[in-house]
Nanobody, 117 residues
Framework: QVQLVESGGGLVQAGDSLRLSCSAS????????MGWFRQAPGKEREFVAH????????YYADSVKGRFTISRGNAKNTVYLQMNNLKPEDTAVYYC??????????WGQGTQVTVSS
């Protein structure tokens, strides 16, 4: 089992920056990808970004490309999402997720990000 705990959400103004953190514990050797998803009120959960756990290569949704950066911590049990130039449409609950055994099947509890205009 893998456990994920997010932190770093909050209320910011448009154009501000925020960094989310996700700490993984347990059988982290089973993780192939770590990612961030988000869910805005009344909308489905959507993919934001992911990082390859072993190699570090990354992939982003078009809506955040050039503004958000996903990275792994030096201890390799932490993943970050640096969010710059935030927009009101980035407002959502952000979830950290682990891709294990072919699926995104492990999720954190979520952290709220609210961007005011």
């Amino acid at each position: 089992q893998v456990q994920l705990v997010e932190s770093g959400g909050g209320l910011v103004q448009a154009g501000d920056s925020l960094r989310l953190s996700c700490s993984a514990s347990g059988r982290t050797y089973s993780i192939t990808l770590m990612g961030w998803f988000r869910q805005a009120p009344g909308k489905e959960r959507e993919f934001v970004a992911h990082v390859n756990w072993a190699g570090g290569w990354t992939y982003y949704a078009d809506s955040v490309k050039g503004r958000f950066t996903i990275s792994r911590g030096n201890a390799k049990n932490t993943v970050y999402l640096q969010m710059n130039n935030l927009k009101p449409e980035d407002t959502a609950v952000y979830y950290c997720a682990a891709h294990i055994g072919g699926n995104w099947n492990t999720w954190g509890q979520g952290t709220q990000v609210t961007v005011s205009s």
